[in-house]
């Protein structure tokens, strides 16, 4: 691969806040690169400065490649229905074409035939697919996506990894969706204290990798700091015979003198002295050239009591809800037993949030019932953070006068990464990661042993996902978690509640092996029999025969034959794809 980019030294400050500083590293073409690092850390910062968006006040980023057209996905994308009007009546028709051509290979095709009020209600999902779309009908080299999975269900999740892969150009990602980046991503850099680490591989590649340099710095700084101590040891040790030499030959002994032996005495001191000096040199050295204690990772520790004396903490009989004269599910019957960690699957509006609601008794059933155990006591992590007083800081939110209690709590909030200051400050000024914490800390002090958590790790870095993570697979409760995190799911879930054909039904499986069973059903079901394999390869030649016409009598220089140049590419690959399943 060719060098596409490269920054050298690249600094960004802002209000006096050093966000990067020398920050250097390198992107090549057709490289799926992650970056990753805490919130706050300088990844968005990174990106709108390869995009020109801003500019770095040192530093350079070269451009090994002139005019790469670059198309910018941000974490928070808006289109209205006059942008996708616009779009549509657009006098650019080579790029109304493009952008058709995509909105069908992205599956919004549909979209031009929403109306107004639909257009400006499109879900999370939809918004981005509808803003790729736009994005790759412009044809760009690079590809820059931040938190691309946002509010994409499984579905929309390997959509986009399927149409990244055929994507032939560059990404770069920022994401903290650990399934989604190994299973994209050929390389991560990781930005940290403003400056930029490079990793090879996935996500798992550079955890571990990064794990392993932790380690071997760990271990060289203990050497040195033992060498240190060694070196200290025998300063003192020369200091003391140095000490003695010097009282020595102060002394007057008539008899020893006449021998020379007072000067001999003044030579070893003499001689003591320059080995105490070159150790105190060489001590200095390791001080200004040494190696500095890694920094290990604040482990933030979440701590539950669990209170439940009952074998089921609830359990769901014949339950049946509609919306709008629409069965979301009906006559679904399930049970939830005591410490089961429970992954609740199902593709967007399918009624998780619904069933959510029924549990915690926030909406009426329209039959059916759901029995609570009498001992449940249920604590609920909603998506939606502004429900809290913003105008409380930390500590007046959880509003505890006991001494011993708010110890605890102070404690807690510590090892959870805030600061005295921050404990101090009010809400408002807070970002939705550091609210969605003082959240799962406020679940924490009320000691509940039954945890409903929607979208947990929605605004948590990577550091913070993983500790939830570990602490989560350490609680002895019962957790039902509403997520798109697959990642947490695999490594969490022993059981799954599935929506399928209108019902909710409990699977007595893994997370994971309930998804590599789904998986392979589907592509036992996507394979071809031989009569549909002739009927679509004579479609597929019927297209390739007509786009190779087009392209005879176009020329290279023209839009268009850039487009059917990539339409025919398309084609092949799909006439290879139907070959390797049909064998």
Known sequence: MSLLLR????????????????????????????????????????????????????????????????????????????????????????????FIYASKKLGTDKIQEFNNIRLNNL???????FALAKIWSEKPGLLILDEPTNHMDY????????????????????????????????RVIEIDNGRAYSYKGNYSDYYNEKRKRYETRLH?????????????????????????????????????????????????????????????????????????????EQKITFQ???????????????????????????????????????????????GKTTLIKAILNELKLEQGKIYVSPSTKIAYLSQDVGEMNIDKTVLQFFDIDDFTKRGILQTLLANMGFTNKMINTKIKHLSVGEKTRVKIAHMIMMENNVLILDEPTNHLDLHSREMLEKTLANYLGTI??????????????????????????????????YMTKKEKKTNSINMPEDKNYKEKLIIINNRIAKVLGELSISSEQEERYMSLDREFQDLIKQKNDLAILNN
Request: glycine share 8%.
């Open 480 to 513: 039902i978690i509403v997520s798109h995190d697959r990642y947490l799911l695999e490594k969490l879930c022993n059981k799954v509640l599935v929506f399928e054909d209108g019902k909710i039904n409990r699977k007595e499986e893994s997370f994971t092996d």
């Open 304 to 350: 539950f009591i669990n209170n439940s004396k009952s074998s089921k903490v609830l359990e769901a009989k014949d339950i049946v809800k509609s919306f709008d004269g629409e069965f979301l599910f009906e006559e679904s019957s399930f049970y939830i037993k005591s410490g089961e960690k429970i992954g609740v699957y199902g593709k967007n509006g399918c």
């Open 155 to 186: 579905e929309g999740v390997n959509w986009l990894i399927t149409n990244l892969s055929r994507f032939q150009g560059t990404v770069i990602i920022i994401s903290h969706d650990r399934y989604f980046m190994d299973e994209i991503c050929n």
């Open 7 to 98: 920054g050298i030294n690249i600094k960004k400050e802002f209000k006096d806040r050093v966000i990067l500083e020398d920050v250097n590293f390198h992107v090549e073409d057709l490289d799926r690169i992650a970056i990753v690092g805490n919130n706050g850390a300088g990844k968005t910062t990174l990106a709108n400065i390869i995009t020109g968006e801003l500019k770095q006040d040192e530093g350079q980023l070269i451009w090994h490649k002139k005019n790469v057209k670059i198309g910018y996905l941000h974490q928070s994308t808006y289109y209205s229905q006059n942008e996708f009007n616009n779009m549509l009546i657009s006098k650019d028709k080579i790029n109304i074409s493009n």
């Open 220 to 296: 060289q700084y203990e050497v040195q700091e033992k060498t240190k101590e060694n070196i200290n040891r025998e300063i003192n040790r020369l200091k003391y015979w140095a000490e003695k030499g010097h009282r020595d030959s102060t002394k007057t002994n008539g008899q020893k003198e006449k021998f020379g032996l007072k000067e001999k005495r003044r030579a070893k001191v003499k001689k003591r002295d320059k080995q105490v000096k070159s150790k105190i040199k060489m001590l200095e050295k390791i001080k200004f050239e040494g190696i500095e204690k890694p920094k290990e």
């Open 123 to 129: 879900s999370g999902g939809e918004k981005t697919k």
